[in-house]
């Protein structure tokens, strides 16, 4: 086999200047020009998606809000095309500020709402952020204590530290706090005893087909088992089947969400013109 095939199947990295790193260069500033042009201009909003109790009467026990971002043609665009480019730029502090902000409007213009909201461990200390949080606590200061703010296992590992501090710092405040993407891989159990998290969002990797695959099953329970060890409650997310959902609820979780109980939507119903429910 040539040298040049060998390279290509064997994944290495291509080097500097080569044609496939500058067509990722292009494809990355081609994403962070559009998501820059939309945060400047105020185009970015927040879809939201039910997380159930996965116990009887499956009441929904929160929402996530997920920052989208509108192209020029006004098509919404879901942060998986975007997030892990921009995460660590300016651009992913301002998305995390964009969230934050239209969040904590959603929280004060619905007093029924208890809203989760994403944010990188990188945003810890950000100033910007910071006066975000405190301008609408200032207005209401019971805000808080609707507010769920969720970090990834791979952003917290990078500055565990800080985290710990920033949870013992907002804490006060009512802010309950997430551990997102739970079981990835990234977190030592040294720094996740150490956290004072309130709940783990278990990874869709640990949820997907676990009611037909007996090692998908056993690595959950034991994420579960550890969870519950510290007192945290447990959310499965990504759950898309009925079959998911009984095994999840079996193993003790505590609460579920995923595209068996709704897609996010930028129309949830708090802001439907008309009670389609009551219909
Ligand atoms: O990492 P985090 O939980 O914040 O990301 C949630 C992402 O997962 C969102 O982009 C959301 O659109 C997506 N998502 C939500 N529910 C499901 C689901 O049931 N299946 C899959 N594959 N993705 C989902
Ligand atoms: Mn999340």
Known sequence: MAGKDRRAMADVPAGAGSPLESALHRRDSGVIGMVARAVA???????????????????????????????????????RDFITVVEETELGRELDCAALRLGLKALEGNAKLRLSINMSARSIGYKAWRRILERFLARDAHIGERLILEMSEASVMRVPELVADFIDDLRPLGIAFALD??????????????????????????????????????????????????DLAVIAEAVETRGEAETLATLGVDCLQGYLFGAPTVRPPWLKPTNEAAA
């Open 181 to 230: 993407d739970f079981g990835s891989g990234d977190i030592a159990m040294r720094h996740f005893r150490q956290l004072l998290f309130d709940a783990v969002k278990i990874d869709a990797q640990f949820v997907r087909g676990i009611d037909r695959d007996a090692d998908t099953a056993m690595l959950a329970r034991a994420l579960i088992a550890m969870a519950r060890s510290l």
């Open 41 to 79: 201009a105020g185009e970015v909003m927040l879809a939201y998606q039910p997380v159930m109790q996965a116990r009887p009467p499956h009441d929904t026990g929160f929402y996530e809000g997920l920052i989208r971002v509108l192209d020029p043609t006004g098509r919404v665009i879901p942060a």
